[in-house]
Nanobody, 126 residues
Framework: QVQLVESGGGLVRAGSSLRLSCVAS????????MGWFRQAPGKEREFVAV????????YYNDPVKGRFAIFRDRAKNTVYLQMNSLKPEDTAVYYC???????????????????WGQGTQVTVSS
């Protein structure tokens, strides 16, 4: 069974940092682009960040540019999201996902992704 399992969420104060992890099991996604979405209460799901298969290309949504960093360890089948300078508006459930292909464009704007995680809650208090 293919699974993406997120961890690292929690309750923090504004200005703090968190690192989310997403571990794949059941198959390897080392040749797939992977990334993160988030969904806040009452809002639509929003793209956050993506990294290509080799880790050499990344792309971020404007609200998180300069504060978040995505990176991966292909040997561990894991992708990370380092979140710094957190703001209350970053509060959301964060979901990890894997694309069918290896480029960032295979991830952004597609309606069909290969796998999704169950989500991890991030809450930022003011």
């Amino acid at each position: 069974q293919v699974q993406l399992v997120e961890s690292g969420g929690g309750l923090v104060r504004a200005g703090s940092s968190l690192r989310l992890s997403c571990v794949a099991s059941g198959r390897t996604f080392s040749n797939n682009a992977m990334g993160w979405f988030r969904q806040a209460p009452g809002k639509e799901r929003e793209f956050v960040a993506v990294i290509n298969w080799s880790g050499t290309s990344t792309y971020y949504n404007d609200p998180v540019k300069g504060r978040f960093a995505i990176f991966r360890d292909r040997a561990k089948n894991t992708v990370y999201l380092q979140m710094n300078s957190l703001k209350p508006e970053d509060t959301a459930v964060y979901y990890c996902a894997a694309a069918e292909g290896g480029s960032t464009t295979d991830f952004i704007g597609t309606t069909s992704l290969a796998a999704w995680g169950q989500g991890t809650q991030v809450t930022v208090s003011s």
